[in-house]
């Protein structure tokens, strides 16, 4: 049995106490009030979770410490951040209350020790909506303490370091949660260090084979990089030191996970990413001087480097909403490769690197933060929207993080920054509520254009109005903001509210005329076979007699039988054809028999339960694959794992997942595409299908190619048994003469030589 020793694992606690003693500098003027709260703190912390241990057989107490040790070492947080971090679990896993700790800490240190309790078990929960309304909840706490959610990061970037000691499955879920929602809301707070360490965090547990494969070629090519480097910047650092400045030259590699993205983008091979590596220059200037220090560097580099044209950004002068400024180029090397150069300043760097907590550093010193209020102001918008659906919200939250933003003026030459795809109506919202309501299009750059014209970077946008404008339903597919789609949703509820009452009895009516019972189980099937989204507008579009007594009859009898439509059939009864998916319905006695199965589905066509192949990622046998239970269509439905879909679902859905895998002799047919681009020439589509169909004895469903100027580029769906008859087949065309590319039609996929 084995034997803890705790003498040396209190010796270890007290280690790593004073090592976070050591990272934090407390603010002088109160120094001693803080080190004896941090002290107490650590003391409580202790003693609650002495009988705790973690998966790793660790004291649990290591954890709180290292969540403070992040807080201080790499966001940058004080002193009520630190006693919050080593208290983050106390409430929610021992017997202390809030009200305890508001007796020994006050109220500021309860209310963010609240937030992070009530936000702990944000996806534990079994149903869909309640996890995303607790998803919710955490988003809630950007508009009242953002601290709550820069310690809840700490939190997660912590255990996804731990994550080894995890079973598989939770790795899974863990890992395509942080990639969901916590590595793009580290992005857009500014935390680019910690963003980037859990996408990679996430790839490892995702997707073990690529990650280990990229980090390899990454650690291979450092040794050749380094003397490339040397040179580089030695011509730079000589000039700069000329010119007087206080300065430091950072080499930065590209994250495995962004390296990966770039190979997905751009469907080419680990060698052919070229702008790998990059050069960090942090020039220590006054704030006043910054813009002129930057540009002068920039000089610098262009004078010894040829510039790429196209790859200037200009940060400085235009910070992304979330405040990061710098200087970015790609030049060309005497060596013939290129190379990104990044051109910041200390206080740059430090936003860079520590995002909004950094903000704080330099509050009040000649530094507009503008920019970042206004991205608060459309989080808080997204907050504040009436009756809004969680999982809705989550959706609309989740596209935001990873939008895009375009710059926008006034006539007033006044700066706005929305997301990406903003139509004019959106400008208007941002505006004003009424703006929006009364808006009949604008005039962008001078030209007349309407409602529902998509914005670009730099638009100067002057909105027309009229007092007889009215808003339409139609508009909400005009708008990406939710200051908009909030604003419109409200207008359209209280428009239909006449309507609801009316509509209701008409449907009972329908209802009992047809013999149906008239329950909200049976409402919620009708509104899902109808595709509307809540029964409020099944009332509405009965009572403006869109939807009628012949539609519910159509709708839930079936004429053949006279059965009642929520009749369900009994799934087990039925087995899978051989090239095709057969949907089926799930009723409650179908989901008590799965819980009795063994937690992984078996992908069989022998066996009784249905399932159908995700259309987005068209998984084949020897995929990693999982199944979700899709509640809405009442069907199981498999995706690849790496499938962004499925990220999301594992993410949002977690008591919809099961594990799946493929029953070992797996025989039908799966439909699998892949693209073949090369130069053309006489005899090679001849070629291409004497190789699938004869060689490889493969049916072709379709085959479609398309040549210009000398260069093919092709797109051909298969009839295959498994990933290996595809990896055989894409092998066999990239030995044909001419082709140059062979890649799955699913981008997740890149096949290399």
Request: aromatic share 10%.
């Amino acid at each position: 049995m084995y034997q803890i020793d705790t003498k040396a694992e209190r010796k270890e606690i007290l280690k790593r106490y004073r090592q976070l003693l050591s990272a934090w500098k407390p603010n002088p003027d109160k120094a001693e009030q803080d080190k004896d709260a941090v002290r107490r703190a650590f003391d409580l912390a202790t003693r609650a979770h002495k009988d705790m241990r973690r998966k790793s057989g660790e004291p649990y107490i290591y954890h709180p410490i290292a969540v403070a040790q992040i807080c201080v070492s790499e966001i940058g947080l004080g002193a009520t951040s630190v006693v919050c971090a080593l208290l983050h679990d106390v409430v929610e896993d021992t017997d202390y209350t809030l009200e305890d700790i508001r007796g020994m800490f006050g109220d500021k240190v309860v209310r963010i020790i609240d937030g992070l309790t009530k936000i702990k078990g944000i996806f534990d929960k079994k149903d869909q909506s309640a996890m995303a309304a607790n998803q919710k909840k955490l988003l809630i706490t950007l508009a009242e303490d953002v601290r709550v959610i820069l310690i809840k990061m700490a939190d997660r970037l912590h255990n996804m370091r731990t994550l080894q000691s995890m079973p598989e499955e939770k790795r899974l879920k863990i890992s395509a949660e942080t990639n969901y929602l916590y590595a793009p809301l580290a992005h857009r707070l500014g935390l680019y260090t910690i963003k980037s360490e859990l996408e990679d965090l996430a790839l490892k547990y995702t997707e073990p084979q690529i990650f280990d494969g990229i980090a390899s070629k990454l650690e291979a090519s450092l040794h050749d990089h380094a003397s490339l480097i040397r040179k580089f910047i030695y011509p730079i650092k000589k000039e700069l030191g000329h010119r007087g400045y206080t300065y430091e030259i950072r080499e930065r590699a590209k994250s495995v996970y962004s390296i990966w993205g770039k190979m997905k983008k751009k469907q080419v091979p680990f060698e052919e990413v070229y702008d790998i590596y990059a050069i960090r220059i942090i020039l220590d200037v006054p704030i006043e001087d910054e813009r002129k220090a930057c540009w002068e560097a920039y000089t610098i580099v262009t004078d010894y480097f040829r510039p790429k044209p196209d790859r200037l950004r200009d940060w400085i002068s235009t910070p992304k909403a979330n405040g990061y400024q710098a200087l970015h180029i790609t030049v060309m090397s005497d060596t013939g490769k290129w190379v990104e150069v990044q051109i910041r300043t200390r206080r740059m760097d430090d936003i860079a690197e520590k995002g909004f907590a950094a903000h704080w550093k330099y509050k009040g010193r000649d530094y507009n933060e503008s920019n970042l209020e206004h991205w608060l102001d459309r989080i808080r918008d997204m907050m504040t929207g009436p009756d809004s659906d969680a999982l809705d919200f989550m959706s609309n939250f989740q596209g935001y993080l990873f939008s895009q933003e375009i710059f926008l003026f006034t006539p007033q030459g006044e700066l706005r920054i929305l997301p990406a795809g903003s139509s004019v109506l959106d400008f208007a919202f941002a505006i004003h509520t009424e703006i929006g309501f009364q808006c009949i299009g604008a005039n962008v750059n001078h030209d007349l254009r309407p409602p529902n014209y998509v914005l670009k970077s730099g638009d100067q946008i002057e909105v027309l109005t009229s007092k007889a404008q009215r808003p339409k339903e139609e508009w909400i597919s005009y708008v990406v903001t939710s200051r908009a789609t909030n604003a419109l949703r409200q207008f359209i509820k209280e428009e239909r509210k006449p309507y609801m009452d009316a509509g209701k009895k008409m449907l009972e009516g329908f209802f009992e005329e047809l013999g149906l019972e008239y329950s909200k189980s049976n409402l919620n099937k009708f509104r899902l076979k109808q595709r509307l989204k809540s029964v409020n507008d099944l009332f509405y579009r009965v009572a403006i007699a869109k939807i009628t007594l012949k539609d519910v009859k159509d709708c839930c009898l079936e004429s053949d039988k006279d059965r009642k439509w929520f009749s369900y059939i009994n799934p087990f009864n039925k087995s899978r054809s051989k090239n095709t998916a057969e949907t089926i319905n799930l009723n409650d006695d179908f989901l008590e028999e799965l819980k009795k199965r063994s937690n992984t589905l078996i992908l069989n066509e022998e066996d009784k339960i249905l399932w159908e192949e995700a259309k987005c990622c068209n998984p084949i046998p020897g995929d990693d694959v999982m199944g979700f239970i899709d509640p809405d269509k009442d069907k199981i439905i498999v995706h690849r794992s790496q499938c962004p879909n499925a990220l999301a679902f594992m993410a949002t859905y977690g008591s919809n997942i099961i594990k799946a895998k493929w029953y070992e002799n797996q025989t039908p047919s799966f439909l699998a595409g892949i693209t073949i681009s090369g130069v053309d020439r006489q005899g090679l589509i001849n070629q291409i299908t004497q190789i699938i169909s004869n060689e490889l004895n493969t049916n072709i469903k379709s085959f479609s190619i398309e040549t210009n100027n000398g260069i093919f580029e092709g797109e051909i769906m298969l009839y295959i048994t498994n990933i290996d008859h595809l990896t055989n087949i894409v092998s066999k065309l990239k030995k044909a003469a001419g082709v140059k590319k062979v890649l799955r039609l699913a981008r997740e996929n890149i096949y290399e030589d």
